[in-house]
Every structure is written in C-alpha cells, then in structure tokens.
C-alpha cells in the first residue's frame, strides 16, 4: 500500500461548510500544514473533494502515516 503526501495550500473561507470538514478529517486546518496519509480510496474521495484546496503526490511507502 502507497502512501500520499497532501499539503493545503487555499484557505477553506468562504467554502462550503462539507469541504472545511474535509480538510479536518484528513488532518489539514491551517494554510501549508502537510500529512501523509493511506493511499486508499476512501483517502483519494476525500482529496477530489478538496482538489482546489490542496497539492498532493505520491511517495515511497517508507515513512509512517499520519492518520
């Protein structure tokens, strides 16, 4: 299993209320804070879901997940 690496780079003001959600439950609430996370498709929904609030990539599966 793969891991991705998900930074926020938009605020979430002005968003919908789901969308701030979001970002919460991938760990994301303050502008440049980076997690890595599962790369499993529950993981990749939540990421389409706020595609326009962050950068994400894939990395090697060595480091540990954050969440």
């Known amino acids: 299993m793969g891991k991705i690496k998900v930074t926020q780079v938009r605020s ?7 969308q701030r959600e979001t970002l919460i439950g991938l760990g994301l609430n303050k502008l440049h804070r980076t997690r890595i996370l599962s790369d499993i498709p529950e993981t ?7 595609k326009h609030l962050v950068v994400f990539e894939t990395v090697a599966g060595d ?5």
Do not use: N
């Open 12 to 18: 979430p003001i002005g968003r919908r209320a789901d």
């Open 44 to 50: 990749r929904g939540r990421i389409d879901k706020v």
């Open 63 to 67: 480091e540990p997940a954050q969440g």
